[in-house]
């Protein structure tokens, strides 16, 4: 693994992450993920966020120094951007090879930074504003953006090559491969980037888009020419074009989304599945795009990130020992966590011996801000009158779907 030059002093060294194991113990990463860090040399040395001894990041970190002729023990300053372990884990690692270092974080980042690995020397505080001169013309410039997606988390920007380092802000899933720059990916490429980048706020930075807004009204007065995150592409050729993506992100949090809707379903024998037929079928009708996941075979990552981008969602359930049908329970609690806001939904569902999970749904979505169609409940095996209903019910949600 090379290290790649975003400009004169300035490089990328990253590593490719392939494993079964779960982004923070959560979320499947069937398409690897990128663990980026970076290099700043003036007459002194930056080196920009870390990395964890995740699969062999490690070895392909070495690599990377290795290609541009550094060691760690050449490095003046560590600039942490942000303290998830992800991108701090080999901190003790680091400071064996480098006890000299000066570790900069803001304040909180340096509480972090004590509490996580028991440092304290050689910290210092950075707050929003502040600068760092390299020398050589490399002057950082740090701004404090909160909640994207910790509270401690800033952003470095490198004032020569105009380089936002965003760490996890502006970030995707998806392993890079042999190159990390916009310009080298393809159109079939990008699209699957942009899947992985959507999913990837659903899941990580959704709760917080209130601070995307804040952050990205902050650093447009910079003159950005690259926007470096620790997760994902580096856009170098279009950096408003990740801009803007986070931006209408952030937006869909509060509704409407996309127009589309999402059909998210479980069912124990089938009889709520046959009524999800029949409001796909309204909805069909009215020729809205949809996409229809069944929980829990379908990952709640995907059913996610699939409910975040729509603007209205048909949610079936069962009716499971007088509640609602588990795994439909653990999906509206993710929905709450990541603030699924602003959504027309329809909620339907059969029930055996007796209902109960209409009133503990309803109890679940006060918090949601959701725009209710009225729900429509059937005993056992739904009949032709349960039918018409239930499709005119999928028909009449895509109907204000289009407005």
């Given at each position: 693994?090379k290290?790649?030059v975003i400009?004169?002093?300035?490089?990328?060294l990253?590593?490719?992450?392939h494993?079964?194991?779960?982004?923070?113990?959560?979320?499947?990463?069937?398409?690897?993920?990128?663990?980026?860090?970076?290099?700043?040399?003036?007459?002194?040395?930056?080196?920009?966020?870390?990395?964890?001894?995740?699969?062999?990041?490690?070895?392909?970190?070495?690599?990377?120094?290795?290609?541009?002729?550094?060691?760690?023990?050449?490095?003046?300053?560590l600039?942490?951007?942000?303290?998830?372990?992800?991108?701090?884990?080999?901190?003790?690692?680091?400071?064996?090879?480098n006890?000299r270092?000066?570790?900069?974080a803001?304040?909180?980042?340096?509480?972090?930074?004590?509490?996580?690995?028991k440092?304290?020397d050689?910290l210092?505080?950075?707050?929003d504003?502040?600068?760092?001169?390299l020398?050589?013309?490399?002057?950082?410039?740090?701004?404090e953006?909160?909640n994207i997606?910790?509270?401690?988390?800033?952003?470095?920007f490198?004032?020569?090559?105009?380089?936002?380092?965003s760490?996890d802000?502006?970030g995707?899933?998806?392993?890079?491969?042999?190159h990390?720059?916009?310009?080298?990916?393809?159109?079939?490429?990008?699209?699957?980037?942009?899947e992985?980048?959507?999913?990837y706020?659903?899941?990580i930075?959704s709760?917080?888009?209130?601070?995307?807004?804040?952050?990205?009204?902050?650093?447009?007065?910079?003159?950005?020419?690259?926007?470096?995150?620790s997760?994902?592409?580096?856009?170098?050729?279009?950096?408003?074009?990740?801009?803007?993506?986070?931006?209408?992100?952030?937006?869909?949090?509060?509704?409407p989304?996309?127009?589309?809707?999402?059909?998210?379903?479980?069912?124990?024998y089938?009889?709520?599945k046959?009524?999800v037929?029949?409001?796909?079928?309204g909805?069909?009708?009215?020729?809205?795009?949809?996409?229809?996941?069944?929980?829990?075979d379908?990952n709640?990552?995907?059913v996610?990130?699939?409910?975040?981008?729509s603007?209205?969602?048909?949610?079936?359930?069962p009716?499971?020992?007088?509640?609602m049908?588990?795994p439909?329970?653990?999906?509206?609690?993710?929905?709450?966590?990541?603030?699924?806001?602003?959504?027309?939904?329809?909620?339907?569902?059969s029930?055996?011996w007796?209902?109960?999970?209409?009133?503990?749904?309803?109890a679940?979505?006060?918090?949601?801000?959701w725009?209710?169609?009225?729900s429509?409940?059937?005993?056992?095996?739904?009949?032709?009158e349960?039918?018409?209903?239930?499709e005119?019910?999928?028909?009449e949600?895509?109907r204000?779907?289009?407005?």
């Open positions: 693994m290290a790649h400009s004169d002093g300035v490089y990328c990253h590593a490719d992450i494993t079964g194991e779960l982004f923070e113990g959560i979320w499947p990463i069937p398409r690897g993920v990128s663990l980026n860090i970076y290099l700043v040399q003036g007459e002194k040395t930056a080196l920009i966020d870390l990395f964890r001894d995740w699969t062999d990041a490690p070895r392909q970190i070495d690599e990377a120094f290795a290609s541009i002729g550094v060691s760690y023990d050449t490095v003046d300053y600039i942490l951007n942000h303290l998830e372990p992800d991108h701090t884990g080999w901190l003790k690692e680091f400071r064996a090879k006890p270092a000066e570790i900069i803001t304040a909180k980042g340096v509480e972090l930074v004590k509490t996580f690995y440092t304290t050689g210092r505080v950075v707050k504003g502040d600068t760092l001169d020398g050589a013309g490399k002057v950082l410039a740090f701004y953006t909160p997606h910790w509270p401690e988390t800033m952003m470095t490198e004032t020569s090559s105009r380089t936002l380092f760490c802000g502006f995707s899933f998806g392993a890079l491969g042999g990390v720059f916009d310009d080298e990916f393809s159109a079939p490429e990008h699209a699957a980037f942009e992985e980048c959507l999913r706020y659903a899941n930075v709760s917080f888009s209130t601070f995307v807004e804040r952050a990205a009204q902050k650093l447009s007065a910079l003159d950005i020419a690259a926007v470096a995150p997760h994902g592409i580096i856009w170098r050729a279009e950096p408003k074009r990740i801009f803007e993506r986070y931006r209408t992100y952030a937006a869909w949090s509060k509704g989304a996309e127009k589309r809707i999402a059909v998210l379903w479980g069912s124990m089938g009889n709520t046959r009524g037929d029949a409001v796909i079928r909805i069909e009708r009215e020729n809205v795009p949809y996409t229809a996941l069944r929980v829990p379908e709640l990552s995907y996610l990130s699939e409910a975040f981008r603007s209205a969602l048909v949610l079936a359930m009716t499971y020992e007088y509640a049908f588990p439909a329970a653990w999906m509206l609690d993710i929905f709450r966590r990541k603030h699924i806001f602003g959504k027309r939904v329809l909620r339907i569902g029930w055996g007796v209902g109960g999970a209409k009133k503990e749904y309803e679940v979505i006060e918090s949601l801000k725009e209710s169609l009225e429509y409940e059937w005993a056992g095996a739904p009949e032709a349960d039918f018409r209903i239930l005119e019910r999928g028909a949600l895509a204000a779907v289009k407005g």
